[in-house]
């Protein structure tokens, strides 16, 4: 089993920065990818960023260029740094691990909140 634990969230005023992380522990052969999505009250979660076991990164369209994806294969941690934010970015964020045999698991989300 699997377990994911972030944190890293909090209340910012709109242009500050924020840093998450993303600790996984338990039975980890490997892993497909790790990342980081997010939901807002009323709206359905989404990707934010990901990266894979291969080092390749994507990230939603809004955020390109103000948040970083990046991963600790080491201590099996994935980190989201993210700059410039908006009042737009308020929402509860999640952790996913996808492992190499394509199971998935959540972590329990920590809320960001961006003051205008």
């Known amino acids: 089993q699997v377990h994911l634990v972030e944190s890293g969230g909090g209340l910012v005023q709109a242009g500050g920065s924020l840093r998450l992380s993303c600790a996984a522990s338990?039975?980890?052969?490997?892993?497909?990818?790790m990342g980081w999505y997010r939901q807002a009250p009323g709206k359905q979660r989404e990707l934010v960023a990901r990266?894979?076991?291969?080092?390749?990164?994507n990230y939603e369209d809004s955020v390109k260029g103000r948040f970083t994806i990046s991963r600790d294969n080491a201590k099996n941690t994935v980190y989201l740094q993210m700059n410039s934010l908006k009042p737009e970015d308020t929402a509860v964020y999640y952790c996913?691990?996808?492992?190499?045999?394509?199971?998935?698991?959540w972590g329990q989300g920590t809320q960001v909140t961006v003051s205008s």
């Open positions: 996913k691990l996808t492992s190499s045999t394509w199971v998935v698991y």
């Open positions: 338990g039975t980890i052969f490997s892993t497909n990818s």
């Open positions: 990266t894979t076991s291969g080092g390749s990164t």
